[in-house]
């Protein structure tokens, strides 16, 4: 990371506890994201990467408990904030883009009703005007403003899609999160979304926490990538490096996860002997030694989770 952090997070954990279980979500999470930068987070599903977003943002509600760590947004401390504070802070300045946002569009209210709401509540826009500044954050995805009075079972997922970042954009945050902005979609419209985002990050210059569990996409769009696996980070390192040389088996094994398009036939090769990540762990069922931690400063440095506590 080159330029000023516009989010510090720092040894955060994030526990769920219900009557019969308790669950370490997140473990002690290190996570810097510069002005502007883009930095992915990657993991399969289940090792925590949604808790960590709902951390930042503050809208983690019980049984899930913060019992460690910093979130900082620009020298201010996030877990701090007053509801009024917070208020100010969510979609001003750090907005997201839920998991499976473009089916969390109100069914019964158009579009544009919908996005011109975003200028009404936060900025006391008149009705006409947040409709007009609607129809202008609906041509900045590419899609014609005459679909402000269209309802969301009317446009297709892509465009759907489009109008939930749209919606993230409109106030112009200054750090963006996309939690699998893209996993419902098909390849082709998962690239044309992918093309927006980068379009739309290039000219507003939002610095982005972009979360999947899909490699290939993770590299194309990402400078620096963090893996997550059983509630940790196990391995960081800039896109490039990771697509060259991933460390931790675990990176290797979710970089192996994709058939390449082109190029020979190559059989997918999982993790290397000993080293079993066959399944989605248990994060109920912690048991010691079964992760291999790598400290990316210091290259490869495989140690016991026991080690690590
Ligand atoms: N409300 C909850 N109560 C109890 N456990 C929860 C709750 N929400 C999440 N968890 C557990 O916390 C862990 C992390 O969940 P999280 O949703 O952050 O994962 P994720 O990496 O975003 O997964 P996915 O890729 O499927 O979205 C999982 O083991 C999950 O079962
Ligand atoms: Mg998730």
Known sequence: MSSAPVLEIEGLSVTYRTAERTVRAVDRVDVTIGEGEIFGLAG??????????????????????????????????VLAMSAEELRRFRWREVAMVFQSAM??????????????????????????????????????????????????????????????????????????ILDEPTTALDVVVQQEI???????????GFAVLFITHDMSLMIELSQRIGVMHGGRIVERAPAGEIFRDPLHPYTDALMNAFPPISGPRVPLTGLAEGVRFDHVPDLREVRPGRWVALDADSGPTHQTEEALR
């Open 44 to 77: 399969e599903s289940g090792c925590g990467k949604s808790t960590v977003a709902n951390a930042i943002m503050r809208l983690l509600k019980p049984p899930a408990e913060i019992d460690g760590g910093r979130v900082v947004f620009r020298g201010r401390d």
């Open 194 to 204: 992918m093309a927006q985002i980068r379009g739309l990050q290039e000219e507003l």
């Open 103 to 176: 089916n969390s569009l109100n069914p019964v209210m158009t579009v544009g009703d919908q996005l011109a709401d975003v200028f009404t509540t936060h900025e006391r826009s008149s009705k006409r005007d947040a409709l007009r500044r609607a129809g202008g954050l609906l041509e900045m995805v590419g899609i014609d403003r005459g679909r402000l009075r269209s309802y969301p079972h009317q446009l297709s997922g892509g465009m759907r899609q489009r109008v939930v970042i749209a919606m993230a954009c409109a106030l112009t945050p200054s750090l963006l």
